[in-house]
T-cell receptor
Framework: DAGVIQSPRHEVTEMGQEVTLRCKPI?????LFWYRQTMMRGLELLIY????????DSGMPEDRFSAKMPNASFSTLKIQPSEPRDSAVYFC??????????FGPGTRLTVL | SQQGEEDPQALSIQEGENATMNCSYK?????LQWYRQNSGRGLVHLIL?????REKHSGRLRVTLDTSKKSSSLLITASRAADTASYFC???????????FGTGTRLTVIP
């Protein structure tokens, strides 16, 4: 199994631009999680899905952030418009029955 | 907040020594997990201990859980330079399906 796949690995954009991060979970996993990691705030859960349905999005910082999971093998996290304070590493993770989580390599986002 | 807190924040030891990291949390849990993160990489699951377990071993790792004190410890024996990484505890609360991660311990093993 290839593990959790995230793209792009690095993204540099200018303030105000739309950013879309992508994630392919491990096949057969029924939970998908989006996290953000910064030095100041550590690892924060943004949103998680169960069987493609958003369960808890209380960690999404603002309306500028949105996430979708149109099918069991794909999810996106979108930031529109992006701001410099959104700069962070964004991780996607998946799990089976919400147990052990398997993390992707992350997307390092820099907003100038 | 349910977030765990690791102690110490940073730890530096010589290769071959044992490393102990502690985690405290605030609410009732289903399980507690330890993850490792190498610089610039994603987190990797190390070990999971359930609320009705007190100790668990996996290779050079030993995890203890004291639910009365809401604390856990991770012991890495006979450390190696390759163990250099950040270590995070994560708790799954009762009735929850998500994890709350602590702030991490940065371990440096000097060859």
């Amino acid at each position: 199994d290839a593990g959790v796949i995230q793209s792009p690995r690095h993204e540099v954009t200018e303030m105000g631009q739309e950013v879309t991060l992508r994630c392919k979970p491990i096949s057969g996993h029924d939970y998908l999680f989006w996290y953000r990691q910064t030095m100041m705030r550590g690892l924060e859960l943004l949103i998680y899905f169960n069987n493609n349905v958003p369960i808890d999005d209380s960690g999404m910082p603002e309306d500028r952030f949105s996430a979708k999971m149109p099918n069991a093998s794909f999810s996106t996290l979108k930031i529109q418009p992006s701001e410099p304070r959104d700069s962070a590493v964004y991780f996607c993770a998946s799990s089976l029955n919400s147990d052990t989580q398997y993390f992707g390599p992350g997307t390092r986002l820099t907003v100038l | 907040s349910q977030q765990g807190e690791e102690d110490p924040q940073a730890l530096s030891i010589q290769e071959g020594e044992n490393a102990t990291m502690n985690c405290s949390y605030k609410t009732s849990i289903n399980n507690l997990q330890w993850y490792r993160q190498n610089s610039g990489r994603g987190l990797v699951h190390l070990i999971l201990i359930r609320s009705n377990e007190r100790e668990k071993h996996s290779g050079r790792l030993r995890v203890t859980l004291d639910t009365s004190k809401k604390s856990s410890s991770l012991l890495i024996t006979a450390s190696r330079a390759a163990d250099t990484a950040s270590y995070f505890c994560a708790t799954e609360g009762t009735g929850a399906n998500n994890l709350f991660f602590g702030t991490g311990t940065r371990l440096t093993v000097i060859p």
